[in-house]
């Protein structure tokens, strides 16, 4: 994992994002992390004859809450495409299919387990709030920093994404989705699939996530069934699809990164990450949920209820 230690300076002079970094994913168990960002690890089943593990196969002993907040009012989403999306493209409906109806989901209802200090629970309200498209404003190969820049920039830049109030969003979730022609050296298609973190802007807590089309290196990123087929025809937008739902669940459980997850800091997804439970064959591919009456391959989180991973 990488290590990000300075606070960057976002380009606007109203809006600054702080984004920490620290090791993700070491082998030392503490209480008060440092901000990070929490990758959504590579698909440890490259090769098409495996099978991601089998579910439930390792049980995590020491999941638990860390004392930090949950998203516990009405979600907002707000996304950011990055790079190149044409307005009629077909791959951007893939992903806000999902988005659109995500809260309304049982799949969704997982993550309503999960409480805070106070006994809050988290929302089952998510709404995507706003979208725009950024072509490239910080050009096409990023560091995970530069996520941090391309937030702040949209959000000072497009003001569908702040509040009434002129500051970004608290109850917002920021997602920089990037097309499948950016890179980001970081470890995007290397050693993660996506990630989310928060800093701090102005005063306020922002949340947000980075994620991408994986189509440059698809074995990385989508399950084995799905990279020559996919249900929505497209196999990087429908992994994309999954990574988004996983990173989402992280961000409402433990937005602050101080909230729910293990010993290895593996949040409630992470438990859970590519495996799909009971799936059906659709579109020469592999299926396990619905959107908008439309087929998803989507891997399942952990239910604090069944100690186990699930689907609802
Ligand atoms: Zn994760």
Same mark, same amino acid.
């Given at each position: 994992?990488?290590?990000?230690?300075?606070?960057i300076a976002v380009c606007s002079t109203v809006f600054t994002l702080g984004?920490?970094?620290?090791?993700?994913?070491?082998?030392?168990?503490?209480?008060?992390?440092?901000?990070?960002?929490? +990758?959504?690890?590579?698909?440890?089943?490259?090769? %098409? +004859?495996?099978?991601?593990?089998?579910?439930?196969?390792?049980?995590?002993?020491?999941?638990?809450?860390?004392?930090?907040?949950?998203?516990?009012?009405?979600?907002?989403?707000?996304?950011?495409?990055?790079?190149?999306?044409?307005?009629?493209?077909?791959?951007?409906?893939?992903?806000?299919?999902?988005?659109?109806?995500?809260?309304?989901? +049982?799949?969704?209802?997982?993550?309503?387990?999960?409480?805070?200090?106070?006994?809050?629970?988290?929302?089952?309200?998510?709404?995507?709030?706003?979208?725009?498209?950024?072509?490239?404003?910080?050009?096409?190969?990023?560091?995970?920093?530069?996520?941090a820049t391309?937030v702040g920039r949209n959000i000072s830049s497009t003001?569908?994404f702040r509040?009434?109030?002129n500051t970004a969003d608290?109850?917002?979730?920021y997602?920089?989705?990037?097309?499948?022609?950016? %890179?980001?050296?970081?470890?995007?298609?290397?050693?993660? $699939?996506?990630?989310?973190?928060?800093g701090t802007m102005g005063n306020i807590?922002t949340?947000?996530?980075?994620?991408?089309?994986?189509?440059?290196?698809?074995?990385? $990123?989508?399950?084995?069934?799905?990279?020559?087929?996919?249900?929505?025809?497209?196999?990087?937008?429908?992994?994309?699809?999954?990574?988004?739902?996983?990173?989402?669940?992280?961000?409402?459980?433990?937005?602050?990164?101080?909230?729910?997850?293990?010993?290895?800091?593996?949040?409630?997804?992470?438990? $859970?990450?590519?495996?799909?439970?009971?799936?059906?064959?659709?579109?020469?591919?592999?299926?396990?949920?619905?959107?908008?009456?439309?087929?998803?391959?989507?891997?399942?989180?952990?239910?604090? +209820?069944?100690?186990?991973?699930?689907?609802?």
């Amino acid at each position: 994992m990488k290590t990000i230690t300075s606070f960057i300076a976002v380009c606007s002079t109203v809006f600054t994002l702080g984004f920490l970094g620290a090791p993700a994913h070491a082998a030392n168990s503490t209480a008060t992390r440092p901000v990070t960002p929490i +990758t959504h690890m590579k698909n440890p089943a490259l090769a %098409r +004859t495996q099978s991601a593990r089998p579910a439930n196969s390792v049980p995590s002993t020491t999941f638990a809450y860390h004392g930090g907040p949950v998203m516990t009012e009405p979600v907002n989403l707000y996304v950011i495409w990055y790079g190149q999306w044409p307005s009629l493209s077909r791959k951007k409906p893939v992903v806000q299919r999902v988005l659109r109806t995500l809260g309304q989901s +049982t799949y969704f209802g997982i993550n309503t387990a999960y409480t805070q200090s106070n006994g809050k629970h988290v929302t089952h309200t998510v709404h995507l709030a706003a979208e725009t498209v950024d072509a490239y404003s910080s050009g096409k190969v990023l560091q995970d920093a530069s996520v941090a820049t391309i937030v702040g920039r949209n959000i000072s830049s497009t003001p569908s994404f702040r509040t009434n109030a002129n500051t970004a969003d608290k109850n917002g979730i920021y997602i920089v989705i990037s097309s499948s022609d950016v %890179r980001n050296t970081s470890g995007f298609l290397t050693t993660y $699939c996506g990630w989310h973190s928060s800093g701090t802007m102005g005063n306020i807590v922002t949340k947000f996530i980075f994620a991408g089309d994986p189509s440059a290196n698809l074995i990385v $990123c989508a399950p084995p069934t799905n990279r020559d087929h996919s249900p929505n025809d497209y196999p990087g937008m429908d992994a994309a699809a999954s990574t988004i739902a996983h990173e989402i669940s992280e961000t409402v459980t433990d937005p602050e990164l101080n909230a729910w997850f293990d010993d290895n800091h593996m949040e409630n997804a992470d438990l $859970c990450a590519w495996q799909y439970g009971k799936t059906y064959s659709t579109n020469q591919a592999q299926a396990n949920l619905q959107f908008e009456w439309r087929d998803y391959l989507i891997q399942e989180n952990w239910n604090l +209820t069944t100690h186990s991973c699930s689907l609802n």
